[in-house]
């Protein structure tokens, strides 16, 4: 996996999104990121942009599901709104995928009560049927972190 692992956490480069053909840059963050576009689950884990440290974070939120299954959630705010959304999250690649793509809406300005479950299924496609209730984990986490941070709009 690109980036490598540290545990059961997963360690990203960060970065700007990679170019699409035309010079868009695909989903997944940097300038250039446009809303809405998908990222397969493999595309996300080949290439997390917001996986990092937590350390500093104003508050973190946690999901747990399973016996393996984690996903923590920081956010750093700047007045009203999330300046920064990062993530932790154990090896499942459905988990990661949901993660980086909570994070990015949430760095865009999006209302953590809109950070649904079926809102990420929306937007990370091919997920397996068995895989789909990561997304119930990570918006967890979020609505976690966001009751930590004062619960206020991002």
Do not use: F, N
């Not at 690109?2 to 695909?26: K, L, V």
């Not at 599901?65 to 959630?73: C, E």
């Not at 690649?93 to 994070?103: G, K, Q, T």
């Not at 997304?135 to 966001?146: G, I, M, N, S, Y």
Request: with cysteine; net charge positive; glycine share 18%.
């Amino acid at each position: 996996m690109a980036g490598g692992t540290r545990g059961a956490w997963t360690a990203g480069r960060g970065g700007p999104g990679r170019r699409r053909p035309g010079g868009a840059r695909d989903a997944g963050g940097g300038p250039g990121y446009k809303q809405g576009v998908s990222r397969s689950v493999s595309e996300h884990v080949a290439d997390p942009h917001r996986t990092a440290p937590l350390d500093g974070a104003q508050a973190i939120g946690e999901a747990c599901g399973g016996s393996r299954l984690v996903v923590r959630v920081g956010l750093w705010r700047a007045g009203d709104r999330i300046a920064r959304a990062r993530y932790r999250a154990s090896t499942c690649a459905s988990l990661i995928a949901y993660a980086e793509v909570a994070c990015a809406l949430l760095e865009e300005g999006a209302e953590p009560a809109g950070v649904t479950p079926e809102a990420l299924r929306a937007r990370v496609p091919g997920v397996h049927p068995g895989h789909r209730d990561r997304a119930d984990l990570v918006a967890a986490a979020v609505r976690a972190a966001c009751g930590r941070a004062g619960g206020g709009p991002a």
